[in-house]
C-alpha cells in the first residue's frame, strides 16, 4: 500500500529536485535501529517511502527518507517533531525524526490498509455513509491537532489511510506559512467531494495531480449532486459550503460534532435534518443569504422548532461534457430542479497493453529505443522505458524530442494522463493526431509534422509525477503522443536521461 501519498502541493516541494544517489538499500539499518525492507513508492515531494522494521521493538514501522538532509530537511523534521506531540486514534504515530546532514528521515506508524486515493482510484466514488465516515476522522483528528495550536496543512486522499480494520488516520504533516486552520477546514470539504465524486477541487482545497472537479464556464465547481445521483441534500449542502470561501469556515471540533451526528445517522438520511451549525448573527437568515450559516465556531442544540436554514443551491453549474449530463433547473430554490438530472461520468482508467503503445523516435534517432514502450504501461514498479543518455537537455539541435505514441484503438472522450518519472525537470507535452503512419523513421517524422499539441504547451516538472489534462470535452481522441522535449541531468555518469516508468490514461 501507499503509506505516504501524493499531499498538496507546497512549497516545501518547490526546494529543488530531491536527490536520490546513493539511496539505502533493503537490509540497510538506519540508526542502529530501523532496519529497511521494501521500497514502497515516492511521495509528492519525491521523498522515499520505506517498510521497515524497529528491530529494538520488533514493530513494523514506514521510513520517509529525503536527499539530502540539512537545511532542505529542516521544514519536514519540524513537521514531524509537531506531530510527535499530538496523540489520537485517527492520527498515524510519529516515532522519530533524525538528520544526517547527507540525508534525514522520519520513522512512524505503519498502516496495513491503502490510501483512500488508492480506494477511490481502485472501486471509483464511495457510498455516502463511507465517505462520512472518512471525513468525521478526519475532521476529529484535525480537532486534536488545532486544540494544540498547530496546523496540519496536507489533508489529502493520499494522506488518509484507510486499514484493513476499518481504522481511518491521517498522515504526513506538512504545514508551511501559506497553512492555516481555514485550509485544513476546506480540505475536509475536498476529501467528501473527492470520496463521492472521484475529483478533487482544486481551487478550493488546494493544488494536486488528482483530476480537477467538473466546473461551469464562470469556473465554478458542479456539486456532488449534479455528478452522481442519490447524494443527500444536506450532505451536498455541507461539501460545497465548506469550499466556498464566502462562508465561514467551522472550527474542526465543531465540524467532527455534525458529522459524527450524520455519521451515527447513515441509515436514516431522511430523518438527519438541517445542518446544526447556528450563525454568529442576531438577522434573521433568509434562502438568499444561507450560506452564513457555518459562520459560528460553536456547535449549538436546536429545539425541535428552531431555526431551519435553506439548502444551499449550486448555480450555474455545467458539467464539462453537456452531451452527457442533463443541468436543466440547477440553481432552483432549495437545490430542486422539477426533473431528474443525468449524473456526469466519473472517468476511469483505460487499460493498455503492449500491443497499443509505441516508441516515437524522430529523424536523426537510432530507434534504439523501439520495444521499451510496453515497460510503461505493464503496471511493473521495476521496468521502465530508459532514454538513453544524451550530452544536451534538448536531445540535440537536429533532433525535437522523444516519446511514447498510445492507440487506443478507438476515439474515447478522454480526461487526463498521468506520467510517472525518475525524476523531476522533465519538459513534456501531450499531442494527438487522426492515425499512426507507421512505426519508422518516415512515419514519425510525419508525426512530427502532423499532430497537435494540446492545452497550453511545454510544461516542466516540478515533481516525479505529472498529470496532463488538454483534452477538448466536445472531441475523442485515438492517438494520443506523450512527448519529452527536454531531459533533466542524468542521476550519475554525466549528460542528460530519464526514465518513464508508467503512463496512465483516463477517459470515459
Do not use: C
Amino acid at each position: 500500500m501507499t503509506q505516504v501519498g501524493e499531499g498538496h502541493e507546497t512549497a516545501a516541494d518547490a526546494d529543488g529536485p530531491v536527490m536520490t544517489f546513493g539511496a539505502p538499500a533493503a537490509g540497510e539499518v538506519l540508526a542502529e535501529r530501523y532496519r529497511l525492507e521494501e521500497h514502497v513508492n515516492n511521495d509528492s515531494a519525491g521523498r522515499q517511502v520505506w517498510r521497515g522494521l524497529d528491530v529494538i521493538l520488533r514493530r513494523p514501522v514506514a521510513v520517509v527518507l529525503r536527499y539530502p538532509g540539512g537545511d532542505s530537511a529542516a521544514e519536514m523534521l519540524q513537521a514531524a517533531v509537531d506531530a510527535s506531540r499530538v496523540i489520537h486514534p485517527s492520527l498515524v504515530g510519529v516515532y522519530d525524526a533524525i538528520d544526517e546532514g547527507a540525508r534525514s528521515y522520519v520513522v512512524r506508524e505503519w498502516v496495513d490498509g491503502e490510501s483512500l486515493r488508492e480506494l477511490v482510484g481502485s472501486e471509483g466514488p464511495i457510498d455516502t455513509g463511507r465517505a462520512i465516515t472518512i471525513a468525521h476522522a478526519v475532521a476529529d483528528a484535525l480537532a486534536a491537532v488545532h486544540a494544540t495550536g498547530m496546523v496540519h496543512g496536507n489533508v489529502h486522499p493520499g494522506t488518509i489511510l484507510i486499514g484493513d480494520d476499518g481504522r481511518v488516520v491521517l498522515a504526513d504533516a506538512r504545514a508551511d506559512s501559506a497553512d492555516s486552520v481555514e485550509t485544513d477546514i476546506r480540505s475536509v470539504g475536498g476529501i467528501l467531494y473527492f470520496a463521492l465524486t472521484g475529483h478533487w477541487p482544486h481551487a478550493e482545497a488546494g493544488a494536486s495531480h488528482l483530476p480537477d472537479a467538473a466546473r461551469d464556464a464562470a469556473g465554478n465547481p458542479a456539486a456532488p449532486r449534479q455528478i452522481r445521483a442519490g447524494i443527500p441534500a444536506y450532505l451536498d449542502d455541507l461539501t460545497m459550503d465548506l469550499l466556498d470561501r464566502r462562508v465561514a469556515a467551522p472550527e474542526a471540533d465543531a465540524l467532527a460534532a455534525e458529522l459524527a451526528r450524520l455519521d451515527a445517522s447513515e441509515e436514516e438520511y431522511e430523518d438527519v435534518g438541517p445542518l446544526r451549525f447556528a450563525q454568529n448573527t442576531t438577522t434573521e437568515p433568509s434562502r438568499s443569504t444561507s450560506k452564513i450559516f457555518l459562520g459560528v465556531a460553536a456547535l449549538v442544540v436546536i429545539a425541535a422548532v428552531g431555526l431551519v436554514f435553506g439548502i444551499r443551491a449550486i448555480t450555474s453549474s455545467n458539467d464539462a461534457d453537456p452531451s452527457t449530463t442533463t443541468q436543466a433547473g440547477v440553481g432552483t430554490d432549495n437545490g430542486a430542479t422539477g426533473e431528474e438530472q443525468t449524473p456526469a461520468p466519473t472517468p476511469k482508467k483505460i487499460a493498455l497493453t503492449a500491443d497499443m503503445v509505441r516508441i516515437v523516435d524522430p529523424p536523426q534517432g537510432d530507434r534504439e529505443d523501439t520495444g521499451q514502450a510496453k515497460y510503461t504501461v505493464d503496471n511493473d514498479p521495476e521496468t521502465a522505458w530508459e532514454t538513453q543518455r544524451f550530452k544536451q537537455a534538448n536531445f540535440g539541435t537536429r533532433k525535437p524530442g522523444m516519446g511514447v505514441l498510445i492507440n487506443l484503438g478507438s476515439p474515447r472522450s478522454l480526461s487526463e494522463i498521468e506520467v510517472e518519472m525518475s525524476q523531476p525537470g522533465v519538459t513534456m507535452d501531450i499531442r494527438a493526431g487522426t492515425s499512426d503512419p507507421g512505426d519508422t523513421s518516415e512515419g514519425d517524422a510525419k508525426i512530427m509534422q502532423t499532430y497537435k499539441r494540446l492545452g497550453d504547451g511545454d510544461t516542466v516538472t516540478d515533481g516525479t509525477r505529472e498529470v496532463f489534462s488538454p483534452f477538448d470535452p466536445n472531441q475523442k481522441y485515438q492517438y494520443v503522443l506523450v512527448f519529452l522535449t527536454k531531459l533533466p541531468p542524468a542521476d550519475e555518469g554525466g549528460g542528460f536521461k530519464v526514465s518513464v516508468n508508467k503512463i496512465e490514461v483516463y477517459g470515459y
